[in-house]
């Protein structure tokens, strides 16, 4: 079973319990879909904290809206189910200015980041414009599925 933790690191950026309910929703969705297993740690962060994750793990000095990382197995006491952790960061400070970009709520723009990332845990990439557009549209799939975008 796939489970979410979420962790706000900023101020004022409380995640209502409806959007904290579609986050369950989406992880359910994309762990059946994709075979996503284990928990999942969702943390919104700022700017800052982004600039220097994106700056230390892709050399690219400059804050971004999602990184995804996939910690691999976690030591577990003997007997037990072997856990890997999978990290997803978001900036809120860029969600905001994205969804005031795209004319959508900042809870949309969330879920759309956060189903982004999901993918990411789930094998997906973008790395060239092909895999970038298929990697959209099954976001869209996803948040339409779950009755976050019309289908």
Same mark, same amino acid.
């Given at each position: 079973m796939t489970t979410l933790l979420v962790e706000v690191e900023v101020e004022d950026a409380e995640l /209502?319990?409806? #959007? #904290? /309910? &579609?986050?369950?929703?989406?992880? &359910? $969705?994309?762990?059946? /879909?994709?075979?996503?297993q284990g928990p999942v $740690?969702?943390? #919104? !962060?700022?700017d800052e904290q982004m600039r220097g994750l994106n700056s230390q793990f892709r050399s690219k000095d400059r804050t971004t809206d999602v990184l995804s990382f996939d910690l691999?197995? #976690?030591p577990t006491q003997q007997g037990a189910d072997e856990m890997v952790c999978k990290? !997803?960061? !978001? /900036?809120?400070? &860029?969600?905001h200015r994205q969804a005031l970009d795209m004319g959508v709520s900042q809870s949309e723009e969330l879920a759309r980041l956060f189903v982004h990332g999901l993918l990411h845990l789930s094998g997906w990439d973008h790395e060239t414009e092909e895999k970038l557009h298929a990697m959209e549209q099954e976001t869209d799939a996803i948040l339409a599925r779950t009755g976050l975008l019309p289908q």
């Open positions: /209502s319990k409806a #959007l #904290l /309910s &579609q986050f369950e929703e989406l992880t &359910q $969705s994309v762990a059946r /879909s994709h075979d996503l $740690s969702l943390v #919104l !962060i700022d691999g197995p #976690l990290e !997803i960061y !978001i /900036s809120v400070e &860029q969600a």
